[in-house]
C-alpha cells in the first residue's frame, strides 16, 4: 500500500525557513516521478516541484526557484523539500505526491497518490 506522510510545517517570519519532510512507502523514487505541490485557500492546487530519478530531471516553478531545494534520501524512501527565503506568499498547505508515470510533471492528474498535506504559514 502506497503512503505519504508529511511532516515539518509551521509559522516562520519572511526571510525564514523551513525544511519540510515526507515519509513514503510501497514504492520507490526509483519507479516513479516525485512532487511537491502546495494550495493557498480559494487556489487551485500547483506544483512547486518535481523530480525524475530515472531522468534525472526536476523542474522548479518560477515561483520558488533559487529559493526551494528538493532532495531524498533513498535510504529513508523520505524527501524533503528545503525552503529558503520564505515570502508570505508561500502561505499553504503543501502536498507531497506520487506520480503516475517515471517522467517529472507538475501536473497534479499525473499523480495517483497524496499526503495528508501539512500547513506552512509566513508571517510576521
Known amino acids: 500500500e502506497v503512503q505519504l506522510v508529511e511532516s515539518g510545517g509551521g509559522l516562520v517570519q519572511p526571510g525564514g525557513s523551513l525544511k519540510l519532510s515526507c515519509a513514503a512507502s510501497?514504492?520507490?523514487?526509483?519507479?516513479?516521478?516525485i512532487g511537491w505541490f502546495r494550495q493557498a485557500p480559494g487556489m487551485e492546487r500547483e506544483g512547486v516541484v518535481c523530480?525524475?530519478?530515472?531522468?534525472?530531471?526536476?523542474y522548479y516553478s518560477d515561483s520558488v526557484k533559487g529559493r526551494f531545494t528538493i532532495s531524498t534520501d533513498n535510504a529513508k524512501n523520505t524527501m524533503y523539500l528545503q525552503m529558503n527565503s520564505l515570502k508570505p506568499e508561500d502561505t499553504a498547505v503543501y502536498y507531497c505526491?506520487?506520480?503516475?508515470?517515471?517522467?517529472?510533471?507538475?501536473?497534479?492528474?499525473?499523480?495517483?497518490?497524496w499526503g495528508q498535506g501539512t500547513q506552512v504559514t509566513v508571517s510576521s
Open positions: 523530480f525524475s530519478s530515472g531522468s534525472g530531471d526536476t
Open positions: 505526491a506520487k506520480s503516475r508515470v517515471p517522467r517529472a510533471t507538475v501536473v497534479p492528474r499525473d499523480y495517483d497518490y
Open positions: 510501497g514504492f520507490t523514487f526509483d519507479d516513479y516521478a
